[in-house]
């Protein structure tokens, strides 16, 4: 239940290129502090480009399919019906592999970065070209604690076989 004190945070469902979002549990709906989105992602699909967050962990929980995440030097692979961590502070990212479809459950703690999917699928995916665009999600990036390494894309396809 919301107190009279919470704002309310409008649920969204949204396609971020090819990674959707959707928010099923905002930050306002409990006292926690902790939201939770299902993303889906196709096969062969980088999600993000290296990226860190400051303020936030990431907890995942693969619902369908084979998550690959690279975190720091790592990478490992969490299959449907497991979790894993990725960290404040760690740079990182995560794709589908296979050739099956992905879902997952991304919980978020602190939440209030739940709200950065709605607010960056206005620009995403970036055009590093347009630079109004790449402008407009590097303040995004910056009031979340966010950082990300776009020019990280191509190697990461390109090395693991991956569309974005």
């Not at 592999?97 to 950065?116: G, H, T, V």
């Amino acid at each position: 239940m919301i107190s009279s004190q919470d704002t309310s945070v409008e649920k969204y469902d949204i396609d971020l290129g090819k990674l959707g979002a959707k928010l099923e549990i905002a930050r306002t709906e409990n006292k926690a502090n902790v939201a939770i989105v299902e993303h889906t992602l196709p096969p062969h699909t980088l999600a993000a480009p290296l990226h860190r967050h400051s303020r936030e962990d990431e907890i995942s929980y693969v619902l369908e399919g084979k998550m690959t995440v690279l975190a720091g030097d790592e990478i490992w692979t969490v299959p449907a019906n497991e979790a894993t961590l990725k960290g404040r502070n760690t740079w990182h990212t995560f794709w589908n592999a296979n050739d099956e479809p992905l879902r997952f459950l991304e919980i978020i703690a602190p939440s209030e970065f739940s709200e950065f999917f709605e607010e960056i699928s206005h620009v995403y995916p970036v055009d590093p070209a347009d630079e109004e665009a790449l402008a407009h999600f590097e303040e995004i990036c910056e009031r979340y604690g966010f950082k990300a390494d776009l020019e990280s894309i191509p190697k990461l396809c390109e090395e693991h076989d991956l569309q974005m």
